[in-house]
Structures are given as structure tokens and as C-alpha cells.
């Protein structure tokens, strides 16, 4: 097929999917990452997608570059200053607790020190453009806890950074990609931002640029998140993947509780926090599929991984919108 057709195909299909979704309320987080999870059969894989997967992984990641983009838009210089220290303490207990307790656990049960830390470190990565996305459908992204979570995201995402670049030299990996991947879509917000200072959030050509952008690079990330999943996964090692679903949850939800004294946030929205930090992305997935590739983890864990990183993905806007709609004040409130 041609490929200019089947990104146009993939489109409509994508954008009518979240339109219907809509009507019955699932987030589009959700249904574009189940339309990409359809177009991962091993059918239509091999007969639609063929040997167009790397070039909609390619548009994926301008996709996410795009959607960061847009939250900087959405997003206030005065807010995300204003909660620096939350957002600090946030990003450092919920990277530190699940890197903790996963290598804790794995070095107790047999890994090595070397694949222990990974499988931390996998754990320890917030998503950033996932709670982008459903923040900027809530309207939420301009509030006290919607700057903190953006905040303390674009803090996380720099310590996994710091990470990745870590494991790649010791591993003597490639992975530049990727660095420039999360370093650019950090920047990107910040150009966000800088954009509608100098040109007012409502102007035409944002407008238009907005537009643009959600129909067509956004889907294209989240699409590309549901094609790395494979079902074959759930059954190579179920009680491996259970102990990392479980740990990373855990890790997740622990980490902001226990820096709750020193914010200025209350128990429900500490337990809101936990969840919008639960969320995987991208970095997590190159940081497994470089240490598959270079021998250091098996195919179960990779697997695992991946895994986690999808369930914790689909399972976030589930949580998190209905909590927000039942208590719009949870954003606000001091």
C-alpha cells in the first residue's frame, strides 16, 4: 500500500475513533492507543502496516514532540514557578522510591546488580506527554496541582534522562536518539510557552498550529505506544510481569505520600498525585529495548517491561478523569 495512503487511512481511522469515543466517554489517551494496539495484530501488521511501523515510530516521536508543544501552551510560567518545590520533592520521591524498590527486590531474588537497576530505573520514568494529553482535555493544565504535575514531570524526565545516558555509557549503547528525544521535547515545552507569551494564548495562528497538530502528528505517539505492544507478552512470564506491575504501581503511589508533609498538597490530592505519576512513556521503552539488544535483560523482562509501561499507560486516564470530574476543586484547592 501506498504509504501516503496508509498514513492518511490511519488518520481518519484515528480521529474517528476519537470522536466516537468521546460521545461514550473514553479518553482519547485510550482509544488511540487501542487503535494502535488493532493495527498490531499480527495480521493487519503484516498486510496494512507492513514496512511503514519505523516511520509511524518516527512520526510517533515528532508526535510527542508536538504534544509537548501544546502543554506549554496550556501551561503558566507564573504557576510552574510558584510550585517549583512541590514539583521538586514530587519528581525526586516518585524517581527514587520505585528505582529503590525494584532494585531492591530483583537484586534479593537473583539479578544482577546491573539488571536490578535497569528494571528500577524502567519504573522510575513518569510519561509526560500522557498526562499532557488528558490534562489539556480537561481544561486542568493551568492550575496550582496541573503546574506542579507538569513541573514535577519535566523534572522527572530530566533525572531519567541523566539515567538513560548513564546506562547507555556503561553498556557502551547507542541510544542519541533518544537522548535528544527527551531533551527535546523538555525544551519544546518551555518554546511552548514562550509562544503564547509572545503571541497570546488565543491568537489565529495558534490556533491553527493547535489544530493542526492534534489531528495530525498527536495520534501518530500514542498509536505508536499501543503497536509496541505484543499479546504474546502476557504469557512468557506472568509472575514476572505481576511483580513489575505491581512494583511499579507501588513505587508510584508510596513516593508522594511520603514527601506529603512537606508540600502543600492534601491526602486526596497526594493520592491524585500518585496516580498522574504512574503513567510510562517512551524513555522507559528505549531504556528496555537498549538493554535487550545488548544482551543485558531476557525476552521475559523486556517483555514485562513493555508491558508495564502500556498497562500503566491505559490504566491512568481511567483513574485519574473521573477522580477530576467528581472533584473539578481537587486542582485548585490549597
Known sequence: MNLFILLFIILVISNLAVFFGKKIKIPSVVTLIFVGVVFGLPWLEKNIIGGAKQLIF?????????LMFLAGLESSWHLLCEEKKDAA???FSSAIIPIFIGFSLFYLIG??????????????????????????ELKKLKTKMGAALMGSGIIDDAFGLSLFVLLTYFVKAGGDKE???????IMIF?????????LGRYHDILSIIENSLNWLLVPFFFISIGLHFHFQSLVLNPILLFAILGIAIL?????????????????KQTFLIGWAMNSRGALELAIALIAYRTALISVELYSSLIVMAFVT??????????????????????
Not at 256 to 264: E, I, N
Open 190 to 198: 518551555f518554546v511552548g510557552m514562550i509562544f503564547k507569551k509572545a
Open 251 to 267: 513505587g508510584k503511589l508510596v513516593g508522594p505520600f511520603l514527601v506529603k508533609p512537606l508540600t502543600s498538597f492534601n491526602r
Open 313 to 334: 499507560t491505559l490504566m491512568f486516564p481511567f483513574i485519574i478523569i473521573p477522580i477530576i470530574r467528581k472533584d473539578p476543586q481537587i486542582m485548585e484547592e490549597d
Open 179 to 185: 537522548k535528544l528525544l527527551v531533551a527535546g521535547s
Open 89 to 91: 520533592l514530587i519528581a
Open 111 to 136: 539479578f544482577s546488580a546491573k539488571v536490578s537497576f535497569i528494571v528500577g530505573v524502567c519504573m522510575s520514568i513518569t510519561a509526560e506527554a500522557t498526562k499532557a494529553k488528558v490534562l489539556l
Open 58 to 66: 518516527d512520526i510517533g516521536d515528532i508526535g510527542l514532540l508536538a
